[in-house]
């Protein structure tokens, strides 16, 4: 049996709306030298058509905001004159199994059920993930109609537990234009540069580029092989800015405690970067494996950062017992939002080639970093700013940042959201001559894109002869190369400053 004063603990705003503002992430946020709030929070139908219910799914690391973005939609949800006995937030950390979850859901429903109305509910369950069959408890609640008109919200840093219970509520999600599954990632480089510069944030939002319809715009304009007016624009007011943050964004990346840190003090310490390996550590051992090889197999992707490998090749850099072994830790990782594993194009089917080689890439700066002081007694900040310091490594760090982007820009074009696989739309070329390109971005009939990234004063075309034999093989209209400084129009293909195409994404 639930027990009732810990339910009202959860959810003071029964008693009283206004307590949510005295929420330690809402003033931890408000104490924060930046101000962010998630744009995903803004993507999610809590309240769709009609009175069915809808069930999602958010996954994603521990500790990049997932609980502050529940607290603000609580927040929001007050203001506009929600019942606060229709808000239901429940942590599910130290729950032990799914009658665990189906008593405190059923102890709720019956302490408000002469309160809170025939209004939408909302429940809002936080790391449910820490329950292994968390999904046959909903399932069960679903089916004997104590869901009924409510928008359920689910969260989970084990991203394998969220993924896998999902599947097994197929007919129970309810109806949504959203897809119901959702990754939850650190902010995106064009919201960084909204806090880090206030100049370049004012002048994107007075123009296309602050709307979503906008920024898919001006991409397959690019695309196309014409450089529009509002990149040039960027490009020539604020170049040198958006390089500055680019820089600044390799160094910290998108979390927010850990940009937080860095504008107060201009360093962040060693106990955050030991507290997100900490955190990272926890989920791996939760799906029974061991810290020590997840460090020296995460050592391995560095070493071979921006550089085609394969599975065999991770196994002998990190002393795994075999390529299986090495490939399970990196599709876990995978899974887990840590890293993007790109597959190589097959031009001919348009597919990717899953048992050739590949590129891993971090999902976020951060976490290149954390890797790479975790076997250090230095101090990691000097580490990474080392580390970045290195023009060949700072230069593979933005081909891992636009990977990332590369990621986020495909799920926006997508037309089939709700099945989307990145792996099917960003993917890198390689011929028998070992010509390479670095990206492919493919979306059907639509696009076919190849992009190099060349993070160098000049780019010269000698260096572009992956780029050409592409277009030569596929037949491709032209290719889009991210350089440090250049914006021109070539012969093939554009040359575009990276910082300001990342600020499309």
């Known amino acids: 049996m639930a027990d009732n004063s810990e339910l ?18 809402l003033v931890a946020k408000r104490n924060s030298v930046i101000d962010y709030d998630p744009s995903l929070r803004k993507e999610i139908q809590f309240d769709p058509p ?7 799914t958010m996954r994603g690391p521990r500790q990049i905001g997932k609980t502050t ?63 292994d069959d968390w999904g046959a408890a909903i399932k069960w609640l679903w089916d004997c109609g104590h869901l009924e008109n409510s928008t359920i919200f689910v969260t989970g840093s084990q991203a394998p537990k969220i993924t896998s219970q999902s599947k ?17 990632s650190p902010m995106k480089f064009a919201e960084f540069v909204g806090i880090c510069d206030k100049k370049i944030g ?30 040039e624009g ?15 964004y390799a160094l910290t990346g998108g979390i927010p405690r850990i940009i937080d840190e860095k504008f107060r003090l201009n360093h962040v310490g060693a106990g955050l970067y030991a507290e997100y390996v900490d955190g990272i550590e926890s989920d791996w051992e939760g799906q029974g494996r061991t810290p020590l090889l997840l460090q020296q197999f995460c050592r391995a992707i560095i070493a ?30 995978e899974e887990m939002l840590l890293v993007a594993v790109i597959r190589q194009y097959g031009e001919k089917r348009k597919i990717p080639l899953i048992s050739k080689g590949k590129k891993i890439y971090f999902r976020d700066p951060f976490y290149l970093h954390i890797f790479n002081s975790s076997s250090s007694s230095a101090d990691p900040f000097l580490l990474a700013e080392e580390y970045i310091s290195d023009d060949a490594r700072y230069g593979s760090m933005v081909e ?40 492919v971005m493919y979306q059907g009939n639509d696009l076919e894109l190849p992009i190099e990234v060349k993070i160098r004063n000049s780019v010269y075309a000698r260096e572009l002869t992956g780029l050409t034999s592409f277009l030569d093989v596929t037949g491709a209209r032209g290719g889009l190369v991210l350089s440090k400084n250049e914006m021109d129009v070539k012969r093939d293909y554009l040359l575009v400053p990276a910082s300001v195409f990342l600020m499309l994404v």
Request: glycine share 8%.
């Open 234 to 248: 960027l490009s020539g007011r604020y170049l040198d800015g958006l390089n500055d943050c680019l820089y600044e």
């Open 400 to 439: 891992g940042i636009v990977a990332d982007h590369l990621i986020r820009l495909a799920f926006a074009l997508s037309k089939n959201r709700h099945a989307f696989d990145y792996g099917s739309h960003v993917m890198f070329w390689k011929n028998g001559n070992n010509r390479e390109v670095d990206f």
């Open 69 to 131: 973005l529940m607290k603000l939609q609580i927040s929001d949800f007050l203001k506009r004159g929600v019942n606060p006995w229709n808000i239901f937030y429940y942590s599910f950390d130290l729950a032990d199994s799914k009658q665990g979850i189906v008593d405190v859901i059923d102890a709720y429903l019956k302490m408000s059920n002469r309160i809170k109305g025939n209004e939408r509910t909302y429940f809002l369950l936080d790391e449910i993930s820490a329950v």
């Open 202 to 231: 004012d002048f994107v939002r007075k123009g296309r580029l602050c709307e979503p319809s906008g920024r898919r715009e001006i991409f397959y304009q690019l695309a196309s092989g014409k450089i529009p007016g509002d990149l």
């Open 168 to 184: 097994r509520l197929s007919g129970r999600r309810g109806h949504s234009t959203d897809p119901h599954d959702r990754a939850f």
């Open 50 to 56: 009609g009175s069915d219910s809808v069930l999602y």
């Open 304 to 333: 071979s950062y921006g550089s085609g490998t394969n599975w065999n090749s991770l196994r002998s850099l990190s002393q795994l017992g075999s390529w299986a072994t090495a490939q399970e830790y990196g599709l876990m990782l």
């Open 8 to 25: 009202r603990r959860s959810n003071p705003w029964w008693v009283t709306p206004e307590s949510i503002e005295d929420d330690t992430k």
